[in-house]
């Protein structure tokens, strides 16, 4: 079985996956999808495609969750 967590890269789903850490809950991987208009115009404010690929994701990666 694996723990899987969805986050939006808002404070809710970021303290879930905080929480679940710190207390040792199995998390083997954690889902953002990003929104897209179409091919090329994502729906995500710039700044929070910043937050999430260059916060989120190496801290997730440091410590060993899945984030792809």
Known sequence: MKY???CSGGKDSVATII???EKGYPLDEVIFSEVMFDE???GELP???DFINNTLKPQCEERR???D
Request: hydrophobic letters at 40%; charged letters at 5%; glycine letters at 0%.
């Open 19 to 21: 929480l679940a850490h």
């Open 40 to 42: 090329n115009i994502s």
């Open 65 to 67: 969750i899945n984030n």
């Open 47 to 49: 700044e929070h495609i």
């Open 4 to 6: 899987i967590c969805s």
